[in-house]
């Protein structure tokens, strides 16, 4: 990833800057296609159900001609590039959206109580935290007082999981007297 | 007896020990409902209700009414501290509050926000008291033609809110909009970009995309910054400093301006707190001294805001009580409590009951400077979660919006929805799109939609009928009005701009 110094003086070419209109008026596009195909035609005499949707689409499509049309305007200037950005730790990040995304099936496979406990120790040893300590502590305080919270006060009824991680939970829960 | 007299009584009634309880109890619960996103104050109106059962019908109301109150403003301390509104009223008020934060303001926007909406639900308060019955027949005079106005005017205000772009401003306002679409259609039952998918069938929440795409997004830039510097003053003792009485003569017009916009919108039958909050900061932009300011912490902009959304409470109940007629989900269990108890809210109730009604009416009042004590202590519980070290903090924000995205609708596939949406609010910061105008697309779009369409039904497809109606056709004007009002004033500024340099 170059600096952000260094990007902001060099110019980007076209392609690069008008990648984002020329993504929303594709998008657009074929959303209006799909959009005519796929909803049900409009009753005699009314808009029907695909009317709004299609307007919406109209309106990206506007709004796109409308932006590159702004940022044809600054070619060759810095702001094209929308400024300088924050240099970001990549790997971080791109392992932070994976757990992320990960802990999805996993709440509902393993249960809240378990997949909480993995998910904030892991984000924490993500985002820097080393001591074995701070990461167990904090992961397992942190999930009881949210199953006390919202099982306990709210009745809300979290997942338990699937298979023996049921049985899991159930004990968790018994253990915590929260059942 | 004299009106005087009955508010008095009420007043009276009001003060006693339970009563005030009551008050307090709910406004507790209603502050800590709000600022927990996924609680959304309706949910805590719906779990307060069973306890009203043995209760008198004053104390329960004025228990439901204070968990109304304190709910729609609770929200708004989780925005101003962690970027997470708790409700989609208080995203403007964390659009402001929040940057004042990360300026180092933080005592003070809590303190503002606290002020505003006990000081605006206070004045809408009084003024439900004094006009109730003529205000509720100009709120009933209004059909779809004039309510798709109103929404129109909240979408308008997506021009005040980045001026930078309006390309950017616009597609992400659409593509918003385009989201509410998701699911079966209202009006006609179709099904609409669901896939063939039947978790498709039932749409989006805009809750979900709103805490993923301000939350999560803002987690991720926020950990994941290389060589990141943290200012000492962000991590000290954080205080809340309530404004000083000078302090809110000097705000007092975005005070003034966000309780008449929030009573006048929360009067009309489902509108609500949402569309107050977005129509008055919109307005508030446009009139402003420093438009400049606003998206980057401005004061006149979170006092509006916060005063609009609990001004519109006592704009909501004037309907409820003058006519029976619920006006938001949050109303609509009141008048359930009321029926519970063998009470018919309707003009009948102010001859039948009079002193139940000025009690609720001293009550609310009551509830409003009660609030500024309830905020205080829970905005300082909260801001205790401050001094926790950022990467915890970060930790435990993912986790609640996971459990808050869950607990809209007991479904899983609402997580995918978070994180999808909470990946997509990074990326949307890291190539300068707004978030700001996609969430309001996302809320406001389906109002118009419905609104729209069942105008055009009724008016046989005639787009003529939004200009027929003299307060449809004044508020459209308005909202175009503030539309093309920045562009033209920018053309203004570098016409003068370029006069005075040539006389130079």
Known sequence: MSSPSARAGAHPPWIKIMAGPIFFLAFGLIGYFYADGSIDPAPPGQLGAGFWPKMCIIGILMAAVLKAAELFRCIGKAEAEGGACKEMDTRKLVLMMLLIVVVVPAISFVGFPIATVLFIGSFLWLAGARKLWVLSLTSIIGTTFLIYIFVKVVYLPLPKGDFFFEDITLAIYRALFIM | ?504
């Open chain 2, 1 to 504: 007896m004299s009106e005087l007299e009955l508010f008095w009584i009420g007043l009276t009634n009001a003060f006693s020990p339970f009563n005030f309880m009551m008050m307090l109890t709910g406004l507790t619960i209603g502050v800590l409902a709000g600022a927990l996103p996924g609680i959304t104050m309706l949910n805590a109106i719906v779990l307060v209700l069973p306890f009203t059962y043995s209760m008198d019908i004053v104390p329960s109301l004025l228990l439901m009414t204070a968990v109304y109150g304190g709910g729609i403003f609770g929200g708004s301390i989780t925005g101003i501290l962690f970027n997470i509104p708790g409700d989609p009223m208080n995203v403007p008020a964390t659009w402001e509050g929040y940057a004042l934060n990360r300026k180092g303001h933080v005592a003070k926007a809590l303190g503002v926000a606290i002020m505003g909406s006990a000081l605006g639900g206070f004045l809408s308060c009084l003024v439900m008291t004094l006009v109730s019955p003529p205000f509720a027949k100009i709120a009933l005079s209004f059909s779809s033609a004039e309510y798709f106005a109103v929404v129109f005017l909240g979408l308008v205000s997506v021009v005040v809110i980045n001026t930078k772009s309006m390309g950017s401003s616009l597609i992400c306002l659409f593509l918003g909009m385009l989201l509410g679409t998701i699911g079966i259609d209202d009006v006609y039952g179709a099904a609409r970009f669901t896939f063939g998918s039947r978790l498709m069938e039932t749409g989006i929440n805009f809750t979900i995309v709103l805490i993923g795409l301000f939350a999560i997004g803002e987690v991720l830039d926020q950990l994941c910054e290389r060589d990141k510097v943290t200012d000492p003053g962000l991590k000290e003792r954080p205080k809340v400093h309530l404004m000083t009485p000078r302090e809110i003569w000097a705000l007092k017009g975005p005070l003034l301006r966000g309780f008449g916009t929030g009573t006048l919108i929360g009067a009309i039958p489902g509108a609500g707190a949402t569309v107050a909050s977005f129509v008055s900061y919109g307005v508030e932009r446009q009139v402003s001294k420093k438009p400049e300011e606003f998206g980057k912490g401005s004061w006149e902009g979170l006092n509006s805001t916060s005063s609009a959304i609990n001004a519109s409470v006592g704009g909501a109940m004037i309907p409820l009580l003058t006519l029976g007629i619920p006006g938001s989900g949050a109303t609509a269990v009141m008048m359930g409590a009321f029926l519970l108890h063998g009470i018919q809210p309707g003009p009948l109730l102010f001859t039948k009951d009079p002193a139940s009604v000025y009690t609720i009416f001293s009550g609310m009042l009551l509830c409003n400077i009660v609030m500024i004590l309830a905020g205080w202590i829970c905005a300082k519980f909260f801001s205790e979660l401050m001094r926790v070290p950022e990467n915890i903090m970060g930790a435990f924000i993912i986790v609640f919006c996971f459990v808050g995205a869950y607990a809209l609708r007991n479904d899983s596939s609402d997580l995918w929805y978070m994180a999808l949406f909470g990946i997509g609010g990074y990326f949307m910061r890291r190539y300068s799109l707004p978030v700001p105008p996609l969430v309001l697309g996302v809320i406001l779009g389906p109002l118009a939609e419905r609104y729209f369409l069942t105008t055009m039904i009724g008016a046989n497809n005639d787009i003529s009928v939004f200009f027929t109606r003299p307060v449809s056709a004044a508020i459209i004007v308005v909202s175009i009005g503030m539309f093309f009002w920045p562009m033209l004033q920018s053309r203004l500024n570098k016409r003068r701009t370029g006069k005075s340099c040539a006389a130079a």
